[in-house]
Every structure is written in structure tokens, then in C-alpha cells.
């Protein structure tokens, strides 16, 4: 036990009187408990910066804008938090214990707290924006005040001291960058991740407190600490509960009619809504990260026109990039001679779904079912780079080029591949976005084309739930087959009047190609479907 005049010198340590005498050394379990306790926190902190991204990535679709405008807010504010913590030094356990709770509460809410804003309020970035920086500021004042409880234990120079400490914060950082994709995200989802990370930090920070530096604090703060821990707790706790039917409602804010089907997978959000008119027609609606991808009452204008004119020509083997729902894969197994087409689709979960679900799979008449149709679960470009055979059709019906993961798929690079996989006389048609809402991004793919050796010849056709909708074809301008199947919105004279842009539509000159070490199709697309 401490002599009183130990007491008395400890108790002005803590105060940080000039000339007090250093406490006793706690011992190496004490020590090990705070490096712990940093490996902890800067796990945590890394989860609820990467959860911020991957949030923005998955509502915005604009993940190198999101990371850098997460990233570059929280460092900052990080280094406002270290030096706001300058006075708090004094009462470091105490403070650390607050911070921690106050980290755990925002950093575990801050996902189902910005979804919230998205879905409800329109207020997404502005949200983001005060919590990055709120969330960073907190971080920030974690290191200064853990290294003087670290010397509080026992006094080592600054460099030994700055090193343990950033050891343990850099390999918390490696377990929380791996968790968050690896574990959390799979097994949990974004709004529950978090929340579970949120407990954890608040355990960590304040058992760490509690434990070895209990002494310095006084009842009534132990107290204080305990009753805002049970809050935060049960706080934490209830949204966990609730997570479920929260992100339930949150989702259907988005959308105008009922959905009916929600997934997460491990590429995006899946969504499916279906309406009922009074008069008894349904509108089914495929969503992929909020993206319109078909409305039932529509979709064969836009799937009639992308197949049918690259169909002119030989066809036996047809290979189509994207189009998981398989509605071009209907129209492409239309023509008997046929004998082969293969989808490659990212992902398989779409493919599942348009041949479990009834609505879908109505829709694409069970396309997946033939047995001339093989799929394929893989990246478009890097299945292109592994490809040795020919096709005689090419249909690249990709999502829209508005986030890096999509931009590559309209770059020179992928559709030089996508060239190579083209038999003698074969004929591609890319789906371009809207000549009259994003005429810089649907001119600049036409560009992009011709940089890869495709020339292509452009035309649009009105698809009511996206407008005016365009697509390039290569290997002569667009006509039907001969023995084109019956149509409900193609004819020749449809198909030749699709070809000729009215003045506002028309080539814009001087186009830059798209590559994957400049993706100019990203900046157009984002700026004009912004506005869309």
C-alpha cells in the first residue's frame, strides 16, 4: 500500500503540479492493457472511416469522390483533435473514457444516421460532412491522451513511447481495414457493422479506464462514467434491434412503389418494387444501387432495339456482357439458328434472381432455362482478357459509366478486348446512356469506339421510363434481319429514323477517348446525370 506522502505525490502527478513526483510503475500487464486498448480504438476508427465510404460509394456511386472527401476531412480533423485535446491532458483517463463514448455513439449511429438523411432528408453530403469531421476530431484526440496514460505507467523516452504506441495503432488499423469487407459487411451489413464496432469501442475505452486508471478517478466521475455507458449502450443496442426494419422503411422512402425484393451482395444493393394500376397492370422495376435497370411496362423497346439490328448477320455464337436479367437474352433466343450465346455477368445474385423470382423470370420467359444459354460470374474486362474464342454477335449492355467501378467498361482498353472477341463480319452494339441528357457522355463513347479500332455507326430510340436512349453499332448502320421475329417497337422505318439526330443530339466534335488511366466518360457521365 502507498505511504501517505506517495499518495500526496501520485495525486499531483495526476494534477500535473510542477515538481510532483512520478507515480509508481503499474507493471507490465497495465501497460499491455493500454496498447490494447490503442490496437482497439484504431480498429474502430478505421471501420467508421471505411463504413463512411462505403456508404457514399453504394447511395452516390462515386467512390474515388467519397473516399476523398472522407479521408481528407478526417485527417484533418484529426489534427484538430490532437491539439483540442491539449488541455484535456490533465484529466487524460477521464476524458479518454468521454471521448471514447462519444466516438462509439456517433461512429456506431453514423451509417443508420446518414441513411437516414439520404433517404429522408436530401441532406447527404452536408451530413457527411459534419460527420467526417466530428468523427475525425474525436480520433485525432485518442494518441496524445493514451500517450500520457502510457507514461503514466511508466516513463520511457518519447521515441520507445511513440513507436509502442503507433505499433499497436498501425496493426488495429491492418485488422480493421480487413474486418470491414472480410467480416462485417457480409455478416452483418453496413448499419449493424457499425453499430457492433460502436460497442466494441465503447468497451474497450471505458474497461480500460475502469480497470488501470480507476484510482484517478473519483466516485462521482466513476459514476458519471458508468450511467453514460449504460446510455450509450443501450442506445447502441436498441438501434441494433431495430436495424432491421429501419433500413426496411429507410429503403422504401426511396423508391415510389412497394418493394417487394432487397438484397445486399457483395457488388451492390439489389432492389426490386412492383405497382398495381387500378386497371390491374403491374410495373415491375429492377434497381441496382438505386439505379433504374427496367420497368416491365417498357423494357422491350430498349431490349428489342440493343438486340435485334446486331442481329443482322451471323449469329450462331453471341456473347453478351452484362444483361443479368436476361431480357436481351430473350430476344437473342428469338432466332432458332442460334446455337450458343454466353452472359458474363458480375454478379450471380442478379442471375439467380432472374430465374427464381416469378416476375423476372416471366418477363425473360425462362431464358436461363435453354440449354444453348451458359452463364458466366465474372468482371466483364478481366474475362475479355482471359477469352480465346470468337462470336459472331457482341452485346455490351452495361450499367451506366457513373462510378469508377463502371467507367472501365467504357474505356479504349476494354473495348479493344471486347474487338478481339469479334468473328470475321461480326457486329457489337453498346448501350451509350441518353444522347439528349448526357450527350457528352453517349459522343464520347462513340470516341472511345473508334480509339479501339470499332467503328460504329449511332442511333436512339424513346424508351418512356428512361427518355430518349441511345446505342452504337458496329458493322454497317442499323437494320432488322431478314427473318426478324415479330416486334412490338421495331420496324425498318423506326430503325431509320432512329439514326438521324436532330440538331441538339448531333455528333460533338473534338470527343476525347476514355482509358483506364484517364476515364473522361466518369466526369461526363457524373455531370450530366447529376442533372438528370
Given at each position: 500500500?502507498?505511504?501517505?506522502?506517495?499518495?500526496?505525490?501520485?495525486?499531483?502527478?495526476?494534477?500535473?503540479?510542477?515538481?510532483?513526483?512520478?507515480?509508481?510503475?503499474?507493471?507490465?500487464?497495465?501497460?499491455?492493457?493500454?496498447?490494447?486498448?490503442?490496437?482497439?480504438?484504431?480498429?474502430?476508427?478505421?471501420?467508421?472511416?471505411?463504413?463512411?465510404?462505403?456508404?457514399g460509394?453504394y447511395?452516390?456511386?462515386?467512390?474515388?469522390?467519397?473516399?476523398?472527401?472522407?479521408?481528407?476531412?478526417?485527417?484533418?480533423?484529426?489534427?484538430?483533435?490532437?491539439?483540442?485535446?491539449?488541455?484535456?491532458?490533465?484529466?487524460?483517463?477521464?476524458?479518454?473514457?468521454?471521448?471514447?463514448?462519444?466516438?462509439?455513439?456517433?461512429?456506431?449511429?453514423?451509417?443508420?444516421?446518414?441513411?437516414a438523411?439520404?433517404?429522408?432528408?436530401?441532406?447527404?453530403?452536408?451530413?457527411?460532412?459534419?460527420?467526417?469531421?466530428?468523427?475525425?476530431?474525436?480520433?485525432?484526440?485518442e494518441?496524445?491522451?493514451?500517450?500520457?496514460?502510457?507514461?503514466?505507467?511508466?516513463?520511457?523516452?518519447?521515441?520507445?513511447?511513440?513507436?509502442?504506441?503507433?505499433?499497436?495503432?498501425?496493426?488495429?488499423?491492418?485488422?480493421?481495414?480487413?474486418?470491414?469487407?472480410?467480416?462485417?459487411?457480409?455478416?452483418?451489413?453496413?448499419?449493424?457493422?457499425?453499430?457492433?464496432?460502436?460497442?466494441?469501442?465503447?468497451?474497450?475505452g471505458?474497461?480500460?479506464?475502469?480497470?488501470?486508471?480507476?484510482?484517478?478517478l473519483?466516485?462521482?466521475?466513476?459514476?458519471l462514467?458508468?450511467?453514460?455507458?449504460?446510455?450509450?449502450?443501450?442506445?447502441?443496442?436498441?438501434?441494433?434491434?431495430?436495424?432491421?426494419?429501419?433500413?426496411?422503411?429507410?429503403?422504401?422512402?426511396?423508391?415510389?412503389?412497394?418493394?417487394?425484393?432487397?438484397?445486399?451482395?457483395?457488388?451492390?444493393?439489389?432492389?426490386?418494387?412492383?405497382?398495381?394500376?387500378?386497371?390491374?397492370?403491374?410495373?415491375?422495376?429492377?434497381?441496382?444501387?438505386?439505379?433504374?435497370?427496367?420497368?416491365?411496362?417498357?423494357?422491350?423497346?430498349?431490349?428489342?432495339?440493343?438486340v435485334?439490328?446486331a442481329?443482322?448477320?451471323?449469329?450462331?455464337?453471341?456473347?453478351?456482357?452484362?444483361?443479368?436479367?436476361?431480357?436481351?437474352?430473350?430476344?437473342?433466343?428469338?432466332?432458332?439458328?442460334?446455337?450458343?450465346?454466353?452472359?458474363?455477368?458480375?454478379?450471380?445474385?442478379?442471375?439467380?434472381?432472374?430465374?427464381?423470382?416469378?416476375?423476372?423470370?416471366?418477363?425473360?420467359?425462362?431464358?436461363?432455362?435453354?440449354?444453348?444459354?451458359?452463364?458466366?460470374?465474372?468482371?466483364?474486362?478481366?474475362?475479355?482478357?482471359?477469352?480465346?474464342?470468337?462470336?459472331?454477335?457482341?452485346?455490351?449492355?452495361?450499367?451506366?459509366?457513373?462510378?469508377?467501378?463502371?467507367?472501365?467498361?467504357?474505356?479504349?482498353?476494354?473495348?479493344?478486348?471486347?474487338?478481339?472477341?469479334?468473328?470475321?463480319?461480326?457486329?457489337?452494339?453498346?448501350?451509350?446512356?441518353?444522347?439528349?441528357?448526357?450527350?457528352?457522355?453517349?459522343?464520347?463513347?462513340?470516341?472511345t469506339?473508334?480509339?479501339?479500332?470499332?467503328?460504329?455507326?449511332?442511333?436512339?430510340?424513346?424508351?418512356?421510363?428512361?427518355?430518349?436512349?441511345?446505342?452504337?453499332?458496329?458493322?454497317?448502320?442499323?437494320?432488322?434481319?431478314?427473318?426478324?421475329?415479330?416486334?412490338?417497337?421495331?420496324?425498318?422505318?423506326?430503325?431509320?429514323?432512329a439514326?438521324?439526330?436532330?440538331?441538339?443530339?448531333?455528333?460533338?466534335?473534338?470527343?476525347?477517348?476514355?482509358?483506364?488511366?484517364?476515364?473522361?466518360?466518369?466526369?461526363?457521365?457524373?455531370?450530366?446525370?447529376?442533372?438528370?
Amino acid at each position: 500500500m502507498s505511504t501517505t506522502a506517495d499518495q500526496h505525490s501520485e495525486t499531483a502527478a495526476q494534477h500535473g503540479e510542477p515538481g510532483a513526483a512520478e507515480p509508481k510503475p503499474r507493471g507490465r500487464l497495465a501497460r499491455t492493457a493500454v496498447l490494447v486498448a490503442v490496437f482497439v480504438c484504431a480498429a474502430c476508427g478505421l471501420v467508421y472511416e471505411l463504413a463512411l465510404v462505403a456508404l457514399g460509394s453504394y447511395l452516390i456511386g462515386d467512390t474515388i469522390g467519397q473516399a476523398s472527401i472522407v479521408l481528407s476531412l478526417m485527417v484533418f480533423a484529426m489534427g484538430v483533435g490532437a491539439l483540442a485535446a491539449k488541455p484535456l491532458q490533465r484529466w487524460s483517463a477521464a476524458a479518454f473514457a468521454l471521448i471514447e463514448l462519444a466516438l462509439a455513439l456517433l461512429g456506431g449511429l453514423s451509417v443508420l444516421l446518414l441513411y437516414a438523411a439520404f433517404a429522408w432528408v436530401g441532406l447527404y453530403l452536408p451530413a457527411l460532412i459534419v460527420t467526417a469531421l466530428v468523427l475525425g476530431t474525436l480520433i485525432g484526440a485518442e494518441i496524445p491522451l493514451l500517450m500520457v496514460l502510457l507514461q503514466r505507467i511508466r516513463r520511457q523516452d518519447a521515441g520507445s513511447a511513440v513507436a509502442d504506441l503507433f505499433a499497436a495503432d498501425y496493426v488495429g488499423g491492418l485488422i480493421g481495414g480487413l474486418a470491414f469487407p472480410f467480416v462485417l459487411l457480409p455478416l452483418f451489413g453496413q448499419i449493424q457493422g457499425a453499430l457492433l464496432v460502436g460497442m466494441l469501442n465503447a468497451a474497450a475505452g471505458l474497461g480500460l479506464v475502469l480497470t488501470v486508471f480507476r484510482r484517478e478517478l473519483s466516485s462521482q466521475v466513476r459514476l458519471l462514467l458508468i450511467a453514460a455507458s449504460a446510455l450509450v449502450g443501450g442506445i447502441l443496442v436498441g438501434a441494433y434491434v431495430f436495424a432491421d426494419d429501419f433500413e426496411v422503411t429507410a429503403r422504401q422512402a426511396l423508391y415510389a412503389d412497394p418493394v417487394v425484393h432487397a438484397e445486399r451482395t457483395d457488388y451492390q444493393e439489389v432492389v426490386l418494387t412492383e405497382s398495381v394500376s387500378l386497371t390491374g397492370n403491374s410495373d415491375t422495376r429492377l434497381f441496382l444501387n438505386g439505379d433504374l435497370q427496367f420497368s416491365s411496362v417498357d423494357e422491350y423497346r430498349y431490349h428489342e432495339a440493343m438486340v435485334h439490328p446486331a442481329m443482322a448477320g451471323p449469329r450462331e455464337r453471341v456473347l453478351v456482357l452484362g444483361g443479368g436479367d436476361g431480357l436481351a437474352l430473350r430476344e437473342v433466343l428469338r432466332y432458332p439458328d442460334v446455337r450458343q450465346v454466353t452472359l458474363v455477368e458480375l454478379d450471380p445474385a442478379v442471375v439467380d434472381l432472374a430465374r427464381t423470382d416469378p416476375r423476372i423470370s416471366a418477363l425473360n420467359r425462362g431464358a436461363f432455362e435453354d440449354p444453348r444459354v451458359r452463364t458466366v460470374a465474372a468482371d466483364a474486362f478481366a474475362w475479355l482478357r482471359e477469352n480465346r474464342e470468337t462470336y459472331d454477335v457482341v452485346l455490351v449492355d452495361m450499367p451506366d459509366p457513373d462510378s469508377t467501378a463502371t467507367a472501365k467498361l467504357y474505356s479504349t482498353e476494354f473495348y479493344a478486348l471486347a474487338r478481339h472477341a469479334m468473328a470475321d463480319g461480326a457486329r457489337m452494339n453498346v448501350q451509350a446512356g441518353s444522347p439528349f441528357f448526357a450527350p457528352q457522355a453517349f459522343w464520347c463513347v462513340e470516341s472511345t469506339l473508334r480509339s479501339a479500332g470499332v467503328e460504329t455507326v449511332p442511333y436512339e430510340v424513346s424508351v418512356p421510363s428512361f427518355g430518349e436512349w441511345g446505342f452504337h453499332l458496329s458493322g454497317g448502320p442499323p437494320r432488322l434481319p431478314a427473318d426478324a421475329p415479330p416486334l412490338r417497337s421495331l420496324d425498318e422505318p423506326t430503325l431509320r429514323a432512329a439514326g438521324t439526330f436532330p440538331p441538339d443530339r448531333r455528333r460533338i466534335p473534338g470527343m476525347e477517348a476514355s482509358t483506364l488511366m484517364h476515364p473522361v466518360i466518369l466526369q461526363h457521365a457524373q455531370g450530366e446525370w447529376a442533372n438528370y
